[in-house]
């Protein structure tokens, strides 16, 4: 019986049609390269088959491989769990059980060198994007309310973040969540984690830990996945991987790079007795100042009080009324001798006058002669017969008429 090109609720496909359509666009894809890490391998007694699990580093996904042994030993023959591979292989379907897996006739162990080729190329890539731009690290707070830590369970990374921070700030808060810190499931994990902790607005901080370890073991600090997670966190974030001299990628893009476990506890909040010593020396020196104020205002009080002005207050006006008396004094003999040079100059001028005035001239014999309109008489020819004449004498007058000669 032909089956419909498309199915439908009336024409429905068999579930074996369904599989091998599926097998034949799967089939379709050919010949892959595949880079993965192992998460198990499983070599049967007897068996010229292995089977590998194929785990993507970044996300919670993976693959079943199947390869013959000598593919595995020709290429990989130390392969462990957790070792970084490449492999060409080609995927198929297995109707029977629904189930896809890859088919593999070339396995490749990536080396340290090629890792650290890729790890050298991956990091000029998040550098060439901004993702280790110094002007987008976040400064971390003085003393933050509560602290997000991600690290390997009852790990070392994880005593020495916790004990050493509580040394320094005993009433620090702490929120842990532990997660696998190498292997497989350490990325989406540690990701997953990033986000609850990036969500939880009582968090300050969110410091990754965790101890030292080879390269391979330290790889998920650099993979590609949490590196950008790291740089989309709203919350500060502080790598405390390894030993100094690790530097996985994450170091470059946290906020804040502490060398060590040990080290991001002195980072992350400040040490109490120096802070207490620190307050101690700022109230000494407060007091210091105070006191040496209020000191030279005390010497400065005492100098105004044993002034004689505060001191005699009222000799200040005694002073002044005898500068008013002096004062008073000088004015009164001033106007004393201003008023005998004027009666001086007053009878001077009184005794001139008189001896220039006209009656003064007349008590020595002389009259003045006025005409009948008051015109004073200096000569004969002035007058004419008949005139009447006004004779002025110092004491009293006389009447004349002029008569012709």
């Known amino acids: 019986m032909t089956q419909p090109e498309k199915s439908s609720a009336d024409e429905p496909w068999p579930v074996r049609v369904v599989s091998q359509k599926v097998g034949a666009w799967i089939s379709k894809l050919g010949w892959v390269w595949v880079d993965g890490q192992v998460a198990q391998i499983s070599r049967r007694p007897g068996s010229g088959v292995v089977f590998l699990t194929l785990r993507d580093p970044s996300a919670d996904l993976s693959l079943t491989v199947t390869a013959h042994r000598d593919v595995l030993d020709a290429g990989a023959p130390e392969l462990a769990e957790g070792a970084r591979v490449t492999l060409h292989a080609k995927p198929e379907f297995y109707p029977a059980r629904g189930t896809l897996s890859l088919r593999a006739d070339e396995i490749r162990q990536v080396g340290l060198g090629e890792l650290l080729a890729r790890l050298e190329k991956l990091k000029k890539l998040l550098g060439a994007e901004g993702l280790f731009a110094r002007e987008r690290k976040r400064r971390l707070p003085f003393l933050p309310g509560r602290i997000g830590l991600i690290t390997g369970r009852a790990s070392a990374a994880e005593r020495d973040v916790l004990m050493n921070t509580r040394r320094r700030w005993p009433s620090v808060d702490f929120r842990v969540v532990n997660v696998p810190v190498q292997g497989p499931t350490a990325v989406p994990q540690i990701i997953d984690a990033l986000k609850v902790l990036d969500n939880d607005d009582s968090i300050d901080v969110i410091v990754i830990a965790r101890g030292g370890g080879s390269v391979e073991d330290l790889l998920p600090f650099s993979d590609e996945a949490l590196c950008r997670a790291v740089f989309a966190a709203r919350t500060p974030v502080v790598s405390a991987i390894g030993h100094e001299t690790d530097a996985p990628l994450l170091d470059y893009v946290a906020d804040l790079r502490a060398s060590t476990p040990t080290d991001a506890a002195k980072r992350i909040v400040p040490d109490l ?4 010593r620190l307050i101690e020396h700022a109230r000494s020196r407060l007091d210091r100042a105070v006191l040496g104020l209020i000191d030279r205002e005390t ?4 100098a105004w009080r044993s002034r004689p002005v505060l001191a005699r207050p009222e000799s200040l006006l005694d002073q002044r009324a005898t500068e008013v008396t002096a004062l ?3 004015a009164g003999r001033n106007l004393d001798h201003r008023l005998r040079r004027a009666d001086d100059d007053l009878r001077h001028t009184v005794a001139r006058l008189r001896a220039l005035s006209p009656a003064a001239t007349m008590q020595r014999g002389y009259a ?6 008051g015109h004073v008489v200096r000569n004969a020819a002035e007058v004419a017969a008949d005139d009447l004449l006004r004779i002025r004498l110092a004491e009293g007058e006389l009447h004349a008429a002029v008569r012709e000669s």
């Not at 007795?273 to 207490?276: F, G, K, M, V, Y």
């Not at 010497?299 to 005492?302: M, N, S």
């Not at 003045?368 to 309109?373: G, H």
């Open 273 to 276: 007795a120096d802070e207490r």
């Open 328 to 330: 008073r004094d000088r």
């Open 299 to 302: 010497h400065r009080i005492e």
């Open 368 to 373: 003045i002669v006025q005409r009948a309109d």
